[in-house]
């Protein structure tokens, strides 16, 4: 059996045959189907990417029928049980788990590298008390990449890691400055001997004390919901990370054109959306009603239910559950709970929900989370963001890489008008 698709042309009777690699083919061999020589060729018509590939990866692996997540071929759930959100990124971005002597070196590298230039903070002054933190988030990455004129040198290996070190470790600082800054508040500084997560809760809830302790409770928590957010293979963000990467511009640059995919409320800005949701629905008892609108089109979608890629239950959901419980404990359980748990029995057992394989995602329990361990809703995707830098930094390095990449440049299918003679306007 040869590992071909074989194409017959009906316009001209031809027949091709298409080579099959990994059950898909390259849409480049369709060129040569033509009627006549002059031809351009046959394209694929793919909006959305519904059935494209655009790149190998050996990053992350999705089975979405299934419910499976694994980075790297691990499986999610034991990285949430047992690894760091530290750990975790140095798996997807060198490929394997660390020994202990890398490890200890790759934290001791991301920790000392949390601190920001101090006029970079003249940049985040200049921003209006009420400005988003995920428009702050974007204009502080790209700015960042000016303090830093050498990442443009992106293919000598030394130099893109040290990029990465800093874009690792000032995230933290970055989202942790702005909110200090939005609610008039002196910035805290990162303190060396605290953990990622634990150094962000200082930098965004140190008061007068000298020296902050998390709660070890929050801090691993976080640890966990950044640990399910690295990576999630070719989404909307990381595509944008890709097609900006691979214009070979500096990774600043491209990070933030990524934070721009994600703020938008289809992508990252999902779970904000969630908790106005479920703040508007307001008591369990709106539950149904809320869901007959949503159905009928009138109140807008089940937001956090749904997933371009999973259609069961999103492994993450499952996991974050379980830190909802273990933060409620701590914090006090978060009164809209209930509301997300009726809307779930609700959606689980509805037709409507049922037929779509329409599931709770990653979002529609991580902002009570947040919002039980005081975060702004509004810096929810911000959150997101902090996290999804190691996998977008292990997908950037990946795509420069790959010898099979070039510049991202789809095609177009030109619907517009035929050529036409220019007509000056008293004539037009
Ligand atoms: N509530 C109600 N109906 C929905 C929902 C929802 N959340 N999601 C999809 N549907 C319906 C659609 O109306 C459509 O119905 P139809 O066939 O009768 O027209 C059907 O299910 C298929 O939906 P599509 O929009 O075609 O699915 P797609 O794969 O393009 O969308 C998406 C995926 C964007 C995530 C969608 O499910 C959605 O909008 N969900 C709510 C927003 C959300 O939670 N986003 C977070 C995603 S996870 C993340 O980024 C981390």
Redesign the pocket.
Known sequence: MADTLTITDNRTGKTYDVPITEDTIKAIDLRKIKVEDNDFGMMTYDPAFMNTASCRSAITFIDGDKGILEYRGYPIEQLAEKSTYLEVAYLLIHGQLPTTGQLSEWQHTITHHTILNENFRQLIDSFRFNAHPMGRMMASIAALGTFYPESKDIFDPAMRMKQIHRILAKVITIGAFNYRNSIGMPYAYPDNDLSYTGNFLNMMYRMTETKYTPSPVLERALDVLFILHADHEQ?CSTNAMRAVGSSHVDPYSAVAAACAALYGP???G?NEVVLQMLTEIGSVKNVPDFISR?KSGEGG????????VYKNYDPRAKIIKNVADQVFEITGRNPLLDIALELERIALEDDYFVK?K?YP???FYSGLIYQAMRFPTSMFTVLFAIARVSGWLSQWQEMLDDADQKIARPRQIYTGPKRRDYVPAEKR
């Open positions: 989404n289809l992508h990252g999902a949503v979608r089940l937001m956090g239910f749904g997933h371009r779509r329409l995602n990653v979002d």
